[in-house]
């Protein structure tokens, strides 16, 4: 089993629908959880974080279930600007810090 | 001001050549990796260093070297170049906060295309 594993895509989606992302990882020990985002031929950035109580930034929610080893992204209100591949990434540790693991991401492409 | 910066941008050359990859950050960040982008689009890290010291070495072959001359900069160098090691090279940055986890910042990436 692949350590992160994510939807495989691409999702389709018409401007201002509401989709979400699934993505699980196999290491229980794992410390922290974050979204990036990659546009294409672009290097990826940080979304954001996802926290144990689930967290919103604006039309972004990222939820967590540490039992089930489950990250969720959902988009609300669809923008073009959007469309990417969005990477979910999980700090497996190490013991001298940090371990980023990424998923093979999961695109998206919002159409007019 | 660029957070992280690699040279080249894009690097082509011929197969057994040896070709080296900069990378610099400017965040005062203590940690650096290096991450290899192949063409399926899977990301995955090479190299990590801690305060110029080599943390985590993933399965790569030896003819890739990490040197950390300081703590702002983490080159790549590649030695006898093979048609596999075409890919998108980025370079990253993070804090070091211990068991708190900090984003990372990445580089523009360098596309390497060997022939």
């Known amino acids: 089993r692949k350590e992160v594993e994510q939807d495989p895509g691409p999702f389709n989606v018409p401007e201002g629908a509401t989709v979400a992302f699934n993505c699980t990882y196999s290491n229980s020990a794992s410390q922290s959880f974050f979204w990036y985002r990659q546009d294409c031929r672009k290097e990826p950035k940080l979304l954001m974080s996802?926290?144990?109580s689930g967290n919103e930034d604006g039309r972004f929610t990222a939820q967590l279930n540490r039992a089930s080893q489950y990250i969720s992204l959902l988009i609300r209100d669809s923008k073009l600007s959007d469309s990417a591949t969005y990477l979910c990434v999980v700090n497996i540790g190490h013991n001298y810090g940090q371990n980023f693991v990424f998923g093979p991401g999961t695109r998206l492409s919002v159409l007019p | 001001d660029t957070a992280v910066s690699q040279t080249p941008k894009y690097l082509v050359t011929q197969m057994g050549n040896d070709k080296s990859i900069k990378c610099e950050q400017n965040?005062?960040?203590?940690?650096m990796y290096w991450y290899k982008q192949d063409s399926k689009k899977f990301l995955k890290i090479m190299f990590s260093?801690?305060?110029?010291?080599?943390?985590i070495n993933e399965t790569v072959p030896n003819r890739f070297s990490p040197k950390s001359p300081d703590k702002a900069h983490l080159n790549l160098h590649i030695n006898s170049l093979e048609l596999g090691d075409s890919a998108v090279y980025f370079c990253a940055s993070s804090k070091e906060g211990g068991r708190v986890s900090y984003e990372q910042y990445f580089g523009p990436g360098t596309r390497l295309t060997v022939t």
């Open positions: 260093y801690n305060n110029k010291e080599l943390i």
């Open positions: 996802v926290y144990s």
């Open positions: 965040l005062g960040h203590d940690t």
